[in-house]
Nanobody
Framework: QVQLVESGGGLVQAGGSLRLSCAAS????????MGWFRQAPWKEREFVAG??????????LYADSVKGRFTISRDSVKNTVYLQMSSLKPEDTAVYYC????????????????WGQGTQVTVSS
């Protein structure tokens, strides 16, 4: 019932910036988490950043590899989560996926119930 639509991927030079968007539609949850994952060739899908959203508040978590460079945020009116990526490195090159689950935030991909189709981010040096 939940659909995720991603946008914002592309090609950027090392040191540049890019913003990804993930718009959610369909059934809403009282407490849910939205996360960004990425998968590079010959690598497992890995957690990048996530946000836990509830009426009482929320929390944010970043992977160590992107901490200080990436920022996750939410527009509650548009029901959209953003990933602002700055100081991009070639090792950030991957297909980036948006995901959603009911309940608390986790870094485990298998815990997420809904996924976007992915958007390619390529960082050249």
């Amino acid at each position: 019932q939940v659909q995720l639509v991603e946008s914002g991927g592309g090609l950027v030079q090392a040191g540049g910036s890019l913003r990804l968007s993930c718009a959610a539609s369909g059934r809403t949850f009282s407490d849910y988490a939205m996360g960004w994952f990425r998968q590079a060739p010959w690598k497992e899908r890995e957690f990048v950043a996530g946000i836990f959203i509830s009426w009482s508040g929320g929390s944010i978590l970043y992977a160590d590899s992107v901490k200080g460079r990436f920022t996750i945020s939410r527009d509650s009116v548009k029901n959209t989560v953003y990933l602002q990526m700055s100081s991009l490195k070639p090792e950030d090159t991957a297909v980036y996926y948006c995901a959603l689950k009911s309940g608390p935030l986790t870094v485990v991909p298998g815990a997420y119930d809904y996924w976007g189709q992915g958007t390619q981010v390529t960082v050249s040096s």
